[in-house]
């Protein structure tokens, strides 16, 4: 009657023992899944992000030959020789100069906003996945005491490559976001410009010159 007590202590011993290693398991399990989804989440909001940069940018350079084509029509190369005679010639010579300046850099700026795409980090293809899953089932079928499933490797390492992507993406966006700043204010100035030289150009018509 004694060791048959003893025996179910030491089972009931066990059983308690492996409820909590299970529950370990669990709640470890539970942060890995947690932390996976914050990095997806924010790898997601930088490819996004990437998109709407790239979108912006395209549509500045669809934008910016329009307005380079309004200060060609304002040009008039016929004053050139009464610039640093009157004052109103040599102020739409200025405003029209500067306002090609800015539309350049715009431009400059814009590309420089466009061009990064194809550097940003990547999961990479789900085949490339299926691969790695099955090269990591034969390596634990090698190793029959490991405690780590194919499942928990994978969350960790994708985990790792969306944390490293996250280093690259989330610098890349915030020097795309720079450019893209910098291209709008100077199309800004550039606009100020055209509008101040399209002044001068209408008082030199109305005066006849």
């Not at 669809?62 to 040009?75: D, E, F, K, N, S």
């Not at 431009?107 to 795409?117: D, G, I, Q």
């Not at 780590?148 to 989330?170: F, G, H, P």
């Amino acid at each position: 009657m004694a060791k048959t007590s003893k025996k179910n202590n030491t089972v009931a011993k066990k059983v308690r023992k492996l409820g909590r290693s299970l529950e370990r398991r669990e709640h470890v399990v539970e942060r890995s899944l947690y932390f996976y989804h914050l990095c997806y989440d924010q790898y997601k909001l930088e490819l996004q992000e990437a998109d709407k940069l790239y979108q912006k940018g395209i549509i500045m350079l669809l934008v910016l030959p329009i307005l380079g084509t309004v200060v060609a029509r304002l040009g008039r190369i016929d004053l050139i020789g009464e610039m640093f005679v009157r004052v109103d010639v040599f102020l739409y010579y200025l405003f029209l100069c500067s306002a090609f300046f800015f539309f350049v850099v715009s431009v400059v700026y814009t590309v420089l906003c466009v061009c990064p795409r194809s550097d940003y980090k990547r999961l990479g293809a789900i085949i490339k996945w299926k691969k790695w899953r099955e090269d990591y089932e034969k390596y634990l079928s090698d190793k029959p005491d490991s405690e780590k499933s194919v499942d928990d490797a994978m969350v960790e390492k994708i985990c790792s490559n969306l944390a490293e992507a996250q280093t690259v993406n989330a610098p890349l966006n915030e020097k795309r976001r720079r450019h893209f700043k910098k291209s709008v204010q100077t199309v800004a100035l550039g606009l100020i410009s055209v509008l101040s030289a399209g002044l001068f150009y209408l008082l030199l018509r109305i005066q006849g010159v």
